[in-house]
């Protein structure tokens, strides 16, 4: 199979997979649908700036477009997830391979421990759950308790801070949604 051909099937497998239809990743990725299609067709030859919208927008590398077919699924064991320490909370990334513009990761704090959050690029939302334990965020201003199975939705890009005020530990979970660059 051609390169070009490559790049069609993958970006129909990747587009069905997330349920769209050409025109809406058309419609995200910034092109017109038919270029879309031309592209899925594999009749089409598209610029590296073409291929830099369609990966943006699938939240790909430019390699995953254009490789062939991998394996469905694969397992990483817990010692290959980057894990890093702020103070006594533990960081764990929960995903293995780098998604532009998404950050994942599990936070765990001991008891009465904290942690200062980094504000992150303009226009960033940041989404916080509590597993167990308890969890306060304080953000602009703003304190919020945190149960299990609590969410809040805050802007990443301002100053922020995590904490556990409880006496066991308390697990929560990051994600974050960079805010597309202009």
Not at 78 to 89: C, H, I, W, Y
Not at 108 to 126: A, D, F
């Amino acid at each position: 199979m051609d390169i070009a051909s490559r790049l069609g099937r993958n970006l129909q497998d990747l587009r069905r997979g997330r349920g769209m239809s050409q025109q809406q990743m058309a419609k995200l990725a910034g092109l017109p649908r038919a270029t879309w299609a031309n592209l899925e067709s594999g009749a089409a030859n598209p610029t590296l700036q073409v291929i830099a919208k369609v990966a943006a927008a699938l939240q790909v590398s430019f390699e995953e477009l254009v490789s062939a077919p991998k394996a469905t699924g694969r397992r990483y064991a817990r010692d290959e997830l980057k894990v890093k320490s702020r103070g006594p909370v533990t960081l764990r990334s929960l995903l293995p391979d780098p998604l532009p513009g998404l950050t994942l990761e599990r936070l765990e704090l001991p008891p009465r421990s904290g942690m200062t959050g980094v504000p992150h690029t303009p226009g960033t939302r940041e989404y916080l759950t509590c597993e167990s334990g308890s969890l306060t965020l304080t953000a602009s201003g703003e304190k919020f308790e945190l149960a299990p199975g609590d969410v809040v939705v805050f802007r990443g890009d301002q100053r922020h801070a995590y904490a556990n005020p409880g006496s066991t530990t308390a697990v929560g979970y990051s994600v974050v949604v960079l805010a597309p660059a202009p």
